[in-house]
């Protein structure tokens, strides 16, 4: 199995990221999807998740009404859109894969590497 995350960069505050994550080896359909991300110096932390079907999506309060996370099973990729970014933002973004049930915990089963987003200006 293989997640692999892409999209991060430096961006200025109240800009936009679109994050992806491409997964292969796996029945992509079968799994929820989450986002984490770990700043400097910080425990890793949820960000969002979505469903396999991608009916229903959870975020942390942090980032709730600028972030949204989607999926396209058809493409096996889950996306996280980023907008409003602050410079508390800035960490490496995760993608993260779990077989059929949604979580926001960290117990997922696969990941990815990681990618960094650094807002600043």
């Known amino acids: 199995v293989q997640l692999q995350a892409s999209g991060g960069g430096l961006v200025q505050p109240g800009g936009s990221l679109r994050l992806s994550c491409a997964a292969s080896g796996l029945t992509f359909s079968s799994y929820a999807m989450g986002w984490f991300r770990q700043a400097p110096g910080k425990e890793r932390e949820f960000v969002a998740a979505?469903?396999?079907?991608?009916?229903?999506?959870y975020y942390a309060d942090s980032v709730k009404g600028r972030f949204t996370i989607s999926r396209d099973n058809a493409k096996n990729t889950v996306y996280l859109q980023m907008n409003s970014l602050k410079p508390e933002d800035t960490a490496v973004y995760y993608c993260?894969?779990?077989?059929?049930?949604?979580?926001?915990?960290?117990?997922?089963?696969?990941w990815g590497q990681g990618t960094l987003v650094t807002v600043s200006s």
């Open positions: 993260a894969a779990r077989w059929k049930y949604v979580t926001t915990t960290d117990s997922y089963t696969y």
């Open positions: 979505i469903t396999w079907s991608g009916g229903s999506s």
